[in-house]
């Protein structure tokens, strides 16, 4: 199947930009990993809707988790005519005799072509070998069904494709005990665990232009 065109996003031009990093994609993962590890605590084992919820968001939460580590800052700066407020070209910019256009500096984050993906197994065999060390760590002080790369990779290849799954599972076959709930009782401590590893992470992100 081809994959849809990611849309570049339209330059603010003069209007103010907020700096985010790496640490505020984590935020954003924790968020949807607390609603998956909040909504378990009343899950019921027979029939109840939310399991798909919580696999959804926890799902989403490990791809963003994982994401956070393969993202590049792209810098796109906007050149404004002083006088005329507008926006204007960078060949008019470096051209200029007088100091009529100034450069507004931009900055975004951008994950490259080659990771946009939602398979989980995919994402954590990209991310680099500390980092993945250091989740290894922490989840398995969260589990003992992880304690090497090997059942990391196990459990995610299980789950691979759950965000897109899971979303629609009124569309299969409702069964009264979803066979799948086995993995709920691995997915929660592997939330904890790579979310306590990359909450404190600090990454320098490049360039790119």
Not at 16 to 29: H, Y
Not at 71 to 82: G, L, N, T
Request: cysteine-free; proline content about 4%.
């Amino acid at each position: 199947m081809k994959k849809s065109k990611i849309n570049k996003p339209e330059n603010p031009g003069f209007e103010s930009t907020i700096w985010i990093n790496e640490s505020d994609i984590v935020e954003s993962a924790s968020a949807f990993g607390d609603v998956a590890l909040n909504m378990s605590h009343t899950l019921s084992p027979y029939g109840d809707s939310r399991l798909n919820v919580i696999f959804t968001n926890g799902a989403l939460a490990l791809e963003l988790f994982f994401k956070s580590q393969l993202v590049d800052r792209v810098f796109e700066p906007a050149y404004i005519e002083i006088e005329s407020q507008s926006v204007t070209t960078e060949e008019r910019y470096w051209s200029q005799t007088t100091p009529s256009i100034v450069a507004v500096h931009h900055s975004r984050l951008q994950v490259p072509a080659k990771f946009r993906t939602h398979e989980l197994a995919k994402l954590f065999e990209f991310i680099d070998t500390k980092t993945q060390s250091n989740i290894l760590a922490s989840v398995s002080k969260e589990t003992q069904k992880i304690q090497t790369k090997d059942h990391m990779m196990e459990f995610l290849l299980s789950i691979n494709n759950f965000f897109i799954d899971k979303r629609y599972g009124f569309e299969g076959f409702i069964t009264g005990v979803d066979a799948d709930i086995r993995h709920l009782y691995t997915l929660i401590p592997v939330l904890r665990g790579v979310k306590s590893a990359l909450s404190d992470s600090k990454t320098e992100l490049p360039f790119i232009k």
